[in-house]
């Protein structure tokens, strides 16, 4: 089996919370609680679900932008939690990041040849005219004239300005790019264009992407595996196949039943969540997610006991006690309170007919 290119073990992220005249710590956010996972060479693991679970905190802490709290990152076999200084910096050529707003991540005051440059200089990969000509390749590479390289990021719309983005990932030669929901900011047809890049880039360069995104038909038409979040967790992990053709979460469910369905005269039944998401900084005991789940087994264990990722079927991982088999005895959960045994429960509004963005020719 291929050795994977980042391995992330119990990876967490929590923030302090502090009051009072001396500004003593009374609690934590905890915005990523205990996430594991594998990236291999040339795939794209998916991550989503709603705003505040913990997506783009966990991207930029296994880039180290965000220091973790706890947990281990190993990429290329290298403990990237170890490094510091220049052998930090040295191991970050190979991991970059696309970041969400394609404008506030330039910098207004350098023009876009020097914003691609600066990671050429700083890892010494090309100086003077070779660096010029490597900036002039790079934008060619991503759909953009050589002459834009003068220019300011305000000259330029948002799809534009993203590809100067991509361009400038691409300068030091990654293995692993996180994309933090590259095409959320931009027009549907603009988005087609952007994904469409990404993913011949990956094939022609053989690139890793985390692929952050809010938008599931976009992760459908993208990703490999797809890890679902909620609450700094992660609910469910698995193919991007089986997770729309067979999602095991209620979250998971939910989140399928809402996706938009592209024909004005069908409708579709919304399994609609009550209540709000609960704070990071005070999660709910046992599963984050019982006080909004919809399975019908739904019961007292749910709140007494965290449910383990576990493989409901081959490669599919589910954290749900409800949903069989689980590693969870029914006696133990008898004993938290249980009234209700392990069912399959998979509604038909949370069934997803696979389905593709529309095609760009501009690529």
Not at 31 to 47: H, K, N, Q, R
Not at 54 to 76: N, Q, W
Not at 162 to 180: F, H, S, T, W, Y
Not at 268 to 293: E, K, Q, T, Y
């Given at each position: 089996?291929?050795?994977?290119?980042?391995?992330?073990?119990?990876?967490?992220?929590?923030?302090?919370?502090?009051?009072?005249?001396?500004?003593?710590?009374?609690?934590?956010?905890?915005?990523?609680?205990?996430?594991?996972?594998?990236?291999?060479?040339?795939?794209?693991?998916?991550?989503?679900?709603?705003?505040?679970?913990?997506?783009?905190?966990?991207?930029?802490?296994?880039?180290?932008?965000?220091?973790?709290?706890?947990?281990?990152?190993?990429f290329d076999g290298v403990d990237f939690r170890?490094?510091?200084?220049?052998?930090?910096?040295?191991?970050?050529?190979?991991?970059?990041?696309?970041?969400?707003?394609?404008?506030?991540?330039?910098?207004?005051?350098?023009?876009?040849?020097?914003?691609?440059?600066?990671?050429?200089?700083?890892?010494?990969?090309?100086?003077?005219?070779?660096?010029?000509?490597?900036?002039?390749?790079?934008?060619?590479?991503?759909?953009?004239?050589?002459?834009?390289?003068?220019?300011?990021?305000?000259?330029?719309?948002?799809?534009?300005?993203?590809?100067?983005?991509?361009?400038?990932?691409?300068?030091?030669?990654?293995?692993?790019?996180?994309?933090?929901?590259?095409?959320?900011?931009?027009?549907?047809?603009?988005?087609?264009?952007?994904?469409?890049?990404?993913?011949?880039?990956?094939?022609?360069?053989?690139?890793?992407?985390?692929?952050?995104?809010?938008?599931?038909?976009?992760?459908?038409?993208?990703?490999?595996?797809?890890?679902?979040?909620?609450l700094g967790r992660f609910m469910e992990l698995?193919?991007?196949?089986?997770?729309?053709?067979?999602?095991?979460?209620?979250?998971?469910?939910?989140?399928?039943?809402?996706?938009?369905?592209?024909?004005?005269?069908?409708?579709?039944?919304?399994?609609?969540?009550?209540?709000?998401?609960?704070?990071?900084?005070?999660?709910?005991?046992?599963?984050?997610?019982?006080?909004?789940?919809?399975?019908?087994?739904?019961?007292?264990?749910?709140?007494?006991?965290?449910?383990?990722?576990?493989?409901?079927?081959?490669?599919?991982?589910?954290?749900?006690?409800?949903?069989?088999?689980?590693?969870?005895?029914?006696?133990?959960?008898?004993?938290?309170?249980?009234?209700?045994?392990?069912?399959?429960?998979?509604?038909?509004?949370?069934?997803?007919?696979?389905?593709?963005?529309?095609?760009?020719?501009?690529?």
């Amino acid at each position: 089996m291929t050795t994977p290119l980042l391995s992330v073990r119990n990876l967490a992220v929590h923030f302090p919370v502090r009051s009072g005249v001396f500004g003593r710590m009374t609690g934590a956010v905890r915005a990523v609680d205990g996430v594991s996972f594998d990236i291999f060479p040339g795939e794209t693991l998916g991550i989503v679900g709603e705003s505040g679970c913990g997506k783009t905190t966990m991207g930029r802490a296994i880039l180290r932008l965000v220091e973790p709290t706890a947990g281990s990152i190993h990429f290329d076999g290298v403990d990237f939690r170890a490094l510091k200084g220049k052998a930090l910096r040295a191991m970050r050529r190979h991991l970059q990041i696309i970041f969400q707003d394609p404008f506030s991540s330039l910098n207004p005051r350098l023009t876009v040849g020097t914003t691609i440059k600066e990671g050429l200089l700083v890892h010494r990969i090309a100086e003077g005219a070779a660096a010029d000509q490597r900036v002039a390749q790079l934008l060619d590479e991503v759909g953009l004239q050589a002459s834009y390289a003068t220019r300011y990021p305000h000259e330029f719309s948002g799809g534009q300005r993203q590809r100067i983005g991509i361009a400038r990932a691409l300068a030091v030669e990654p293995k692993l790019i996180v994309c933090d929901e590259p095409v959320s900011a931009l027009d549907v047809s603009v988005q087609a264009q952007v994904i469409n890049l990404l993913q011949d880039l990956q094939k022609r360069r053989g690139l890793a992407y985390l692929f952050i995104a809010h938008d599931l038909s976009v992760v459908e038409h993208m990703a490999n595996r797809v890890g679902v979040m909620y609450l700094g967790r992660f609910m469910e992990l698995t193919s991007a196949e089986a997770l729309y053709r067979e999602p095991l979460m209620p979250y998971t469910q939910a989140l399928l039943s809402a996706i938009p369905v592209p024909d004005p005269e069908r409708k579709r039944n919304r399994i609609v969540l009550a209540g709000d998401p609960p704070s990071p900084a005070h999660p709910p005991a046992g599963c984050v997610f019982h006080p909004r789940c919809h399975h019908p087994s739904r019961d007292a264990a749910c709140a007494a006991i965290v449910p383990p990722l576990e493989e409901k079927a081959p490669h599919h991982w589910c954290a749900c006690l409800k949903q069989p088999p689980t590693i969870v005895p029914w006696g133990e959960q008898q004993r938290a309170g249980a009234t209700h045994e392990p069912a399959r429960h998979l509604p038909s509004a949370a069934m997803h007919s696979a389905g593709s963005l529309p095609e760009s020719p501009a690529r």
